[in-house]
């Protein structure tokens, strides 16, 4: 792929990204059903808990005392996740024809990474949540801040790691065919 066509591409895909940005501050908890759903049911599920959808408002779980909503919903994680996605797309990509041809494939693992990522992250501080670990030194909402951040970080670095790495092995094989 020519540097004139991954720059075609980077402007094209920063733009979509600060639309999608502006269009998320517009957002509620019913156009990020999406994302709360599957997080919602993985916790359902791992924990015997019951949730409760509340239209504009998101999941709510009244055994827990915990509303799963908007600000809760990963979507600005996986916003993110496309970023380092994008660059990979444009690096390993031989041609533009091969990058819309992985790009739903992009598109797709992102999205998965968003509901593990966040999964992981509501159950860790449901978790904590139940205990005095660090609350006397850490108010409440930091500690939960600081646990978001060091998830999300977490999964952003492996999974680019971790692709990078296989998309490695398929250029040499590619490369150097047996």
């Not at 600081?146 to 999974?159: E, Q, R, V």
Request: net charge positive.
């Amino acid at each position: 792929m020519s540097i004139k066509q991954k720059m075609l591409l980077t402007v094209a895909g920063s733009l979509i990204l600060i639309l999608l940005k502006l269009l998320l501050r517009q957002s509620d908890a019913d156009d990020l059903y999406f994302l709360l759903a599957p997080v919602s049911a993985i916790i359902e599920a791992t924990g015997n808990y019951h949730a409760q959808f509340i239209s504009g408002a998101g999941f709510f779980f009244r055994d827990l005392h915990v509303i799963i909503n908007k600000s809760c919903s990963g979507a600005t994680f996986m916003l993110t996740a496309l970023l380092p996605a994008g660059y990979l797309l444009l690096s390993y990509s031989r041609n533009v024809k091969s990058f819309f041809k992985t790009f739903p494939i992009a598109l797709l693992f992102v999205y998965f990474l968003t509901i593990l990522a966040n999964t992981t992250r509501i159950l860790t501080a449901i978790k904590l949540g139940g205990t005095s670990f660090l609350m006397g030194h850490i108010a409440p909402e930091k500690l939960h801040e600081l646990l978001g951040m060091i998830t999300y970080l977490f999964y952003l670095i492996s999974a680019f790691l971790l692709t990078e790495k296989l998309l490695q092995l398929k250029s040499r094989k590619y490369a150097h065919p047996a």
